[in-house]
């Protein structure tokens, strides 16, 4: 397995640009900004991940989460994000690429979120070249 382990200072100002950018309302817990459910597939797309081909055009499949706390404005994550799968397949277009990550976030030790997606490459796919 791949994995690609990095750093995450989580700002208000990340949390204020991406709630906006995906027009979510935004919370506070006890005056401090609480992160929207999806943000952590944000946090890995800033790192250079070895195993996928900037080059190429990625879509998400799916994706979950799991929150064991919630996920604050201030928080300094130590993330780990994990190739768990890479699966070939034929879709009607052409042949895919599934890339199965898992993504754990934990700040001061203690996990914060988890979270799994499905990437797919498109870069074969008949309808890109016209």
């Known amino acids: 397995m ?3 382990e990095f750093a995450y ?3 208000p100002e990340a949390i204020l ?3 906006h950018s995906i027009e979510t309302p935004l919370q506070k817990i006890d005056g401090t900004w609480l992160a929207p459910p999806t943000m952590p597939v944000t946090f890995w797309t800033l790192a250079d991940v070895p195993w996928l081909d900037k080059e190429r055009t ?12 919630p996920l604050l404005a201030g928080a300094h994550l130590d993330c780990v ?3 768990t799968r890479m699966e070939q397949k034929t879709g009607h277009s052409g042949a895919l ?6 993504l ?3 700040c001061k030790g203690e996990l914060v979120v988890s979270a799994e997606t499905v990437l797919i490459s498109l870069e074969d796919h008949a309808w890109k070249k016209r």
């Open 2 to 4: 791949n994995k690609l």
């Open 9 to 11: 200072h989580l700002t």
């Open 17 to 19: 640009a991406y709630a």
């Open 58 to 69: 990625f879509i998400h499949g799916s994706q979950s989460f799991a929150y064991e706390k």
């Open 81 to 83: 994000l994990t190739l």
């Open 97 to 102: 690429t599934l890339y199965t990550h898992l």
């Open 104 to 106: 754990e976030c934990r």
